[in-house]
């Protein structure tokens, strides 16, 4: 049967969808850390374990899903991500309320969105590869620009919202974003969807891919990835007002929401590419991130500091989108064995990035430029897995 590309543009809008609500899932919350502590007196330890608990729920999704992908099928697990978020959504402006421990409401709600934040980076990147359309690598950068574009979203569009209504009205504003995934749930129940690789014997796509060294190559491009992107936008706002004394709605704009433009951008320019240029310019943007580091950590001027960070998101962009196609097309027999764990090594380096950084800055006053030099190894160990894989890519041709 012919598949024309036209018949899947529903299925592509629910995909660029779908990461905007993954967006929301990552940015939200963290915009109401401050309101949490003061409203339901919680301890930063608190704030903390509840950042790690969401982090460990996505991990075990990814580590898990295959399977469950395999006996349930694609459709089934991507229309119950998005309901899971929105629900997660729904239950973070109730719960806390409700319980007789506001905290546990809250714990509760990120564990339920957090499993549907899971399947959803799992799911929507092998889903858009498997789209009958010419230019692989255009449509991925441009999935994963839409996750940049909607951090964006959610920073000005929370930002305005406190503005008008005031913060102390942040429940609303969480049922608000929850009715992005519940209408996108129903577009992909309607859209075509063409299984990749197979939705079959999960563990052997595993056992395949374990043994090659390849795809290990592509792993940890994928963990560095992650650790240099989330190492530079979890303390853009910090650095921001610290270095140049804003407010904290100044510093979220100038930082973080600086740092996505940038990377949308990038990830807009990176689509242009042709699907064989995918190593040379990871190649090329993995040396400007090693430079963005530089600039970050060495600048004497904490407006030479922003700009680096501006930087380091244009640079950083392709790397986890491209990463994922090269994977594809290097290795389709992987299946979604091979989305679910690069996935995981991805959020691994979402999360040992900005710890890292946070640890060296520690040991050095607090001085975040130095936490940046520090965390200057995930650029470079990047860099040297992408040439690793260029020498392994002529090797096989």
Known sequence: M??????????????????????????????????????????LDQIALMITVTFFTQLLV??????VVARLGCRACIVAAHLLVSVGFALMSVLPDILPSAYAGLMISAIVYSLGAG??????????????????????????????????????????????????????????????PFLNAFLFLGAPIVPFGGESAPV???????????????????????????????????LAESGLGVSKTVGDLA??????????????????FDDSARLRVMTGAGVLCVLS????????????????????????????????????????????????????GGDIGCTTGPGLAGLVAGRCG??????????????????AAMLGVGRKMKKVK
């Open 293 to 344: 580091y530089l600039l970050i950590a060495l600048a004497p001027i904490p407006a030479l500091s922003l700009a680096g960070c501006a930087l380091c998101g244009f640079a950083v962009s392709v790397s986890w989108p491209m990463t994922l196609g090269l994977a594809a097309q290097a290795m389709p027999q992987g299946g979604m064995a091979l989305f679910a764990l690069l996935a995981f």
């Open 204 to 238: 052997g796509q595993m056992q395949l891919l374990l043994r090659s060294g390849l795809f290990w190559l592509l792993l940890v491009i994928m963990v560095s990835s992650g650790a240099t992107e989330l190492a530079v936008s979890q303390w853009a706002s910090t």
């Open 2 to 43: 012919q598949l024309h590309t036209g018949s899947y543009r529903r299925t592509i809008a629910a995909c660029f969808i779908g990461y905007v609500a993954q967006a929301a899932i990552c940015t939200l919350a963290p915009l109401l850390y401050v309101q949490f502590r003061s409203e339901f007196a919680l301890s």
């Open 62 to 67: 990814d580590l898990t899903s295959s399977p």
């Open 255 to 272: 930082g973080p929401c600086l740092f996505s433009v940038f990377m949308g951008l990038g990830r807009i320019l990176g689509a242009r």
């Open 366 to 383: 607090d001085d975040l430029q130095m936490g940046i030099l520090g965390a200057i190894v995930f650029p470079l160990l990047m860099l």
């Open 119 to 180: 399947l959803i980076e799992v799911l929507v990147s092998p889903i858009i590869e498997a789209c009958p359309t010419k230019r692989k690598n255009t449509m991925m950068n441009l999935l994963h620009s839409c996750f940049a574009w909607g951090q964006v979203l959610v920073i000005l569009g929370s930002t305005l919202f406190f503005a008008l209504a005031g913060i102390e009205n942040w429940r609303w504003l969480a049922r608000i974003w929850a009715v992005i």
